[in-house]
């Protein structure tokens, strides 16, 4: 009998039946790799049908992610880094927002290469405002305490 390696219990079948975590894990190869991609991308619980429900029912979805059921919609983060790249990837082949970011003023400016780099990296550059938004709105409504408290 072995214990289990996340939360060391004895393990008595295939799953531990404290954590659920399996006894034995898969081997991280090609096939793995694929289902992986293959269960973000999955459309009753992935990247479409999150897109779908978002576009439909956005405050109900979000607001039943928080407070109960979190396995039907992807997570946030992962929503977020495979909607920049998607749109990474549209903008790089099609040009759709070329001339959205330009900056006409001193070409030898610091502010002129921080917007030539945010012009040719804009899904990165959507990752990091995303990052610095979360932060001051963490920081905006500290004083209200948890505005999610009455979801």
Known sequence: MSNCKNCNEPLTGKYCAACGQPAQLKRVDSHYIVHEIEHILHFEKGILYT???LMLRPGQNVRHFLSENRSRLVKPIIF???????YSL????FHIEDEYMS???NEASATAAIFAWVQAHYGYANIIMGVFIAWWTKIFFASTGSIFSKY
């Open 103 to 105: 900056f006409d003023g």
């Open 80 to 86: 977020l880094i495979v909607a920049s790249l998607i």
């Open 90 to 93: 549209i903008n790089h082949f």
């Open 51 to 53: 897109i779908r429900e």
